[in-house]
């Protein structure tokens, strides 16, 4: 079965702390991975993507996340959160050819940020 | 700046009744996409379009039916609404398959209350 899983529904944190948020994915063949980012009552608005190369990849805001073959894994990271941080964040697969499964989601992890 | 704009952004159906939600997008882009959220399955895709006048199921289409008459647009229709389509119903736009060289632009969202 193929399937995302990002294993933390909920993360709060102190502004000004770092935060980790956990993707594994289960896909055999040849995809590409991306965060989106939703604030409350918005749209879902893209972070960041990789398919190839360097397995870090730098998205805005100060997001970067870095993929893991060995691991299955597409972890995003922040080093220093801010208050308007707080959002919903998904991990996305898409299979890597027209006809394939396109933006599979997980099933997002909501970021609280403290004062 | 890429847009997708969808209307309703609110509906309150009854069962049975027919509802349509219309997505607008100024972006030039070929691919477009409907999904809907529910809480604890993230986003999930009911129907996409690669062509004006052609729409292909994604992983749950019962129950919806698509148009594409234009490259600009796109509709997710419910024939019969039922109960358990309440959900929150997303359109989206990228210029080519799952957003391989770019991004996914996400409309604001339509909130279906079906009654």
């Known amino acids: 079965t193929q399937t995302v899983s990002q294993s933390d529904a909920h993360v709060t944190v102190f502004e000004g702390d770092s935060v980790e948020l956990r993707c594994n994915y289960s896909y055999g063949g040849s995809i590409y991975l991306s965060w989106y980012i939703q604030h409350h009552g918005r749209g879902l608005q893209f972070l960041l993507k990789y398919y190839s190369g360097n397995p870090v990849v730098q998205g805005v805001n100060g997001f970067e996340a870095e993929f893991s073959k060995s691991d299955s894994s597409f972890h995003l990271r922040k080093a220093s959160v801010h208050w308007s941080d707080s959002a919903v964040y998904f991990c996305?697969?898409?299979?890597?050819?027209?006809?394939?499964?396109?933006?599979?989601f997980g099933t997002g992890t909501t970021v609280s940020v403290s004062p | 700046e890429a847009a997708v704009t969808q209307s309703p952004r609110s509906k309150v159906a009854v069962t049975g009744g027919k509802v349509t939600l219309s997505c607008h997008q100024t972006?030039?882009?070929?691919?477009m996409y409907w999904y809907r959220q529910d809480t604890g399955h993230g986003l999930r895709l009911i129907h996409y379009s690669y062509v004006a006048d052609s729409t292909e199921k994604g992983d749950i289409p019962d129950g919806y039916k698509a148009s594409r008459p234009s490259q600009e647009n796109f509709s997710l229709i419910l024939e019969l609404a039922s109960l358990s389509q309440t959900a929150v119903y997303f359109c989206?736009?990228?210029?080519?398959?799952?957003?391989?060289?770019?991004?996914?632009?996400f409309g604001e969202g339509s909130k279906l209350t079906v009654l």
């Open positions: 996305a697969v898409t299979e890597a050819y027209q006809g394939g499964r396109a933006l599979i």
């Open positions: 989206a736009s990228s210029k080519d398959w799952g957003g391989y060289t770019g991004q996914l632009y």
């Open positions: 972006n030039n882009h070929d691919y």
